[in-house]
């Protein structure tokens, strides 16, 4: 990369920092379930958690995890320089690699790092989809480190979607934000198969899938205090 991209990426990353504190600070969140990392972390003291959710909430995901020192994978592209400077600027800790250019060193890096005790977070259908369908990926690392995967969706009352592979939503200014935490983390055992992690896979697909649509309904069901109390079709049907 030259020089002058390099200064480019650079300040990008700052000004999306910048950009995005002053937007998305106009913002009013709510959560519910959260108390789950409690528990996980007094069942396992001392080591990380890993943190599932779709593409298509990655903007603001990056913004709400600010200044954890919360680990993730990167795409080795330009594209994913960009958004590897924003997630730095907001004291995210990034490895780079892909399918295609050094993806299993990224996800060594990765491994050792939530050993040591960081938080790893996972778009679980990236980097090109298909949405709503999780790769394998964080089902090995939840087998190979035994951390508990914690599957979480938010959504807003007033968002902007883009015409993009994974649809990314993005919340307006002084939109109110609703996020969801699964009720049970998935625990992958250290011995599982191939085809046991791919039931697992399966597993968190349903629940992302499950609590997107909880969320998403949210701000449409009216005299409803709690995305929980949802209830959901099944199969559960995914948005368009």
């Known amino acids: 990369m030259t020089l002058w991209k390099r200064a480019a990426f650079y300040s990008f990353g700052w000004a999306?920092?910048?950009?995005?504190?002053?937007?998305?600070?106009t913002c009013r969140i709510t959560e519910f379930g959260r108390e789950i990392e409690?528990?996980?972390?007094?069942?396992?003291?001392?080591?990380?958690?890993?943190?599932?959710?779709?593409?298509?909430?990655?903007?603001?995901?990056?913004?709400?995890?600010r200044n954890q020192n919360v680990v993730s994978i990167a795409s080795a592209s330009e594209d994913g320089e960009l958004a590897a400077q924003a997630a730095k600027r907001f004291g995210w800790i990034t490895t780079r690699g892909s399918s295609s250019r050094g993806g299993r060193q990224a996800f060594r890096e990765m491994e050792a790092l939530v050993r040591r005790g960081h938080k790893g977070g996972l778009v679980a259908d990236a980097p090109q989809g298909p949405r709503f369908v999780s790769k394998l990926g964080i089902i090995y690392l939840a087998k190979r480190t035994g951390l508990p995967i914690l599957p979480v969706i938010w959504s807003a009352d007033r968002c902007w979607t883009l015409r993009s592979w994974d649809r990314t939503i993005i919340p307006k200014p002084f939109s109110r934000i609703v996020a969801l935490f699964a009720d049970?983390?998935?625990?992958?055992?250290?011995?599982?198969?191939?085809?046991?992690?791919r039931r697992y896979r399966q597993q968190l697909d349903q629940q992302l899938n499950r609590i997107m649509y909880q969320t998403d309904h949210f701000f449409k069901t009216p005299n409803i205090t709690d995305p929980r109390h949802i209830d959901v079709p099944h199969p559960v049907p995914l948005p368009e």
């Open 16 to 25: 999306a920092k910048v950009i995005a504190s002053m937007w998305l600070g």
């Open 38 to 65: 409690d528990r996980c972390s007094e069942k396992h003291p001392g080591r990380g958690l890993l943190y599932a959710s779709w593409h298509r909430g990655l903007f603001f995901v990056i913004y709400w995890y």
């Open 184 to 197: 049970t983390p998935i625990q992958v055992p250290a011995d599982a198969s191939r085809e046991t992690c």
